[in-house]
């Protein structure tokens, strides 16, 4: 398996499809003919060497955390089949956002591409917000957020946990790349308040942690991932 990253203006190589993208993307060569393009920002596609059809995942960015409250939700993800794209016509790519964290966190943005799209996680419940402990609620996404006080955050589409407050709603089917059981999973949930585990790492859409009393963070941004459509 090879993997090229290409940033703003690149071109794929040769032996690949031949494309254009104004962000950045990773070709990812998975032999046998077959291929994965993961955009990691948002730009704009061109197909220059002639017309495709693509299975297309989509990760939105994951919700921020709480202050001494909830964790973010993951970004909700989608799998679509056979998409058919057309040689020399533009396609506007976005990768949402991952939430702000803190007093007043923001759930994550939405991803989109190809007409289809897929929001991001919501954000988990602060001190300020709810003043309540039993309100302070991870937030909903792809992978729910854990609740307040040592709540964990969900993974592959499960809720999230917590011992005082609730743990937020995953999708509550997988998060794993194009639904293979080997693929990378995505779009978990942020831990609740004392379980500080920092920011989701980009092109995750993890959603942001509560973290302790005076900390929150951010969730991850998401990905749009095409491949060769597989039958």
């Known amino acids: 398996m090879a993997i090229i990253s290409v940033f703003p203006g690149g071109e794929a190589p040769a032996t690949l499809p031949a494309f254009t993208y104004t962000g950045s993307y990773t070709m990812i060569d998975d032999d046998d003919g077959n291929w994965r393009i993961k955009f990691l920002t948002s730009g704009t596609l061109t197909l220059i060497d002639k017309a495709r059809t693509v299975d297309l995942f989509l990760v939105g960015g994951g919700g921020g955390g709480g202050k001494y409250g909830g964790g973010g939700g993951g970004g909700y993800t989608l799998l679509q089949s056979g998409v058919a794209l057309l040689k020399d016509t533009a396609y506007s790519i976005v990768v949402g956002a991952g939430g702000s964290g803190g007093d007043s966190p923001t759930s994550g943005g939405t991803s989109s591409a190809f007409g289809y799209s897929r929001g991001g996680g919501h954000y988990g419940y602060s001190s300020v917000q709810k003043t309540t402990n039993a309100d302070r609620d991870g937030g909903n996404g792809g992978s729910g957020g854990g609740g307040y006080n040592y709540g964990y955050g969900g993974t592959n589409g499960s809720n999230g946990t917590s011992s005082q407050a609730d743990g937020g709603t995953g999708q509550g089917t997988t998060?794993?790349?194009?639904?293979?059981?080997?693929?990378?999973?995505?779009?978990?949930?942020?831990?609740?308040?004392?379980?500080?585990?920092?920011?989701?790492?980009?092109?995750?859409?993890?959603?942001?942690?509560?973290?302790?009393?005076?900390?929150?963070?951010?969730?991850?941004?998401?990905?749009?991932?095409?491949r060769n459509h597989v039958a």
């Open 175 to 226: 998060t794993k790349e194009f639904h293979e059981t080997g693929g990378t999973v995505y779009g978990d949930g942020g831990n609740g308040d004392q379980h500080s585990e920092g920011a989701g790492g980009a092109n995750t859409g993890k959603g942001g942690s509560s973290g302790t009393y005076s900390t929150a963070y951010a969730g991850g941004s998401g990905i749009v991932i095409i």
